[in-house]
């Protein structure tokens, strides 16, 4: 959800003015997901990199994501979103902590869409601590491949991600889903988070539906598998 300070900038508004647009839009965005049949939607809230910006601007983001589960919980659970938490839960207040939990505790068993929230995420983090609880539960490293390590990730249980789109127009996959996203296809506007409405999801789908996925093999192979499939 990139871009929001820089919308807020060009209107000469302060940043966190620019979160609390981006966050009216998650909530749009989110209704056009389930209208198109969107089974998992992952948001990246805020990353393990993102303590380091200015104390007020981290508060601000840490308010906003409390108020916008108070505000928006029930009508998240009456639409049967799951919410799910993906990141670390270290630095985090208890009284947000708590919040967070009871709304993945509240919506645990619905299934229209699930909403993984990325918050104190990094893709290299989640991947230590996958590590970490490997060689804690004493595995043999003989058992280490993609299908167990996938487990042990934070998203388990969850198919890898199709398209990961990403605002603003800058170039990089910022520790984002880093394994998961291994055959992700790109999708990059320069429109501000703020501004991506239904129409620019349309857009980013439509690119998705017209490229093809090779996950490494020739046109052919994936022709054929394609139709094996049928
Ligand atoms: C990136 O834009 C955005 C963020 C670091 C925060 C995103 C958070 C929200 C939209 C609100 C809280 C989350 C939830 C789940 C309700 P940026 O600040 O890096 O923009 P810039 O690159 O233009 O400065």
Redesign the pocket.
């Known amino acids: ?7 807020a900038k060009a209107r000469g508004l302060p ?1 966190l003015a ?2 609390r647009a ?2 009216e839009n ?1 909530r749009r965005t989110l209704k056009a997901c389930v209208r198109h049949g969107i089974k998992i939607l992952t ?1 990246y ?2 990353s393990t990199e ?1 303590w380091g910006r200015p104390a007020e601007e981290v508060r601000g ?1 840490m308010t ?2 409390e108020q ?1 589960i108070e505000r928006e919980l029930k009508e998240l659970h009456e639409q049967g979103v799951q919410i799910r938490h993906i990141g670390r839960s270290d630095n985090v207040s208890p009284r947000l902590l708590k919040k967070i939990q009871k709304a993945v505790e509240l919506t645990k068993h619905n299934d229209t869409l699930i909403l993984n ?1 990325a ?1 104190n995420y990094g893709g290299r983090q989640e991947i230590i601590d996958a590590v970490r609880r490997i060689m804690r539960e004493g595995i043999d490293p003989a058992k280490v491949d993609d299908a167990l390590l996938s487990q042990y990730l934070y998203t388990a249980g969850q198919p890898d991600p199709d398209l990961i789109i990403r605002t ?1 127009g800058e170039m990089r996959v910022s520790n984002f889903l880093i394994w998961q996203g291994a055959y992700a296809e790109l999708y990059v506007t320069p429109t ?2 703020p501004d991506f409405n239904e129409d620019e999801l349309q857009k980013a789908l439509d690119h998705y539906a017209a490229r093809e996925r090779r996950f490494g093999l020739t046109a052919e192979q994936t022709k054929t598998l394609a139709e094996q499939a049928k």
């Open positions: 959800m990139d871009g929001n300070g820089r919308w940043r620019g979160h981006g966050t998650l948001i809230a805020f993102n983001l906003i994501l916008v929230v918050f603003s501000y988070w």
